[in-house]
């Protein structure tokens, strides 16, 4: 993978259930991959190996708590206002 990696997360969403999730968007110069947590599975990507998804999606399962953590720190409209 390159040495700049990006990482953003979205604000909490629930499911009609209640239950919580998150989407994951990993990016470089050339490359991008979007996922969703907790499933931790990447659901679109574009420049990635097979071996490289794996990773994120392993990346994902073992970082749930850190995700979740940033996406509470997530304000959709505020970011949305200020932009």
């Given at each position: 993978m390159a040495d700049e990696m990006?990482?953003?997360?979205s604000e909490?969403?629930?499911?009609g259930d209640g239950?919580?999730?998150?989407?994951v968007k990993f990016e470089d110069e050339k490359r991008f991959?979007?996922?969703?947590?907790?499933?931790?599975?990447?659901?679109?990507?574009e420049g990635f190996t097979d071996a490289e998804v794996m990773l994120l999606e392993q990346y994902m399962k073992n970082e749930q708590t850190t995700i979740f953590d940033e996406a509470r720190?997530?304000?959709a409209m505020r970011a949305f206002l200020k932009g």
């Open positions: 990006k990482m953003t997360v909490i969403f629930r499911t239950d919580k999730y998150v989407f991959a979007e996922g969703k947590v907790p499933d931790c599975k990447i659901t679109k990507q720190k997530v304000n």
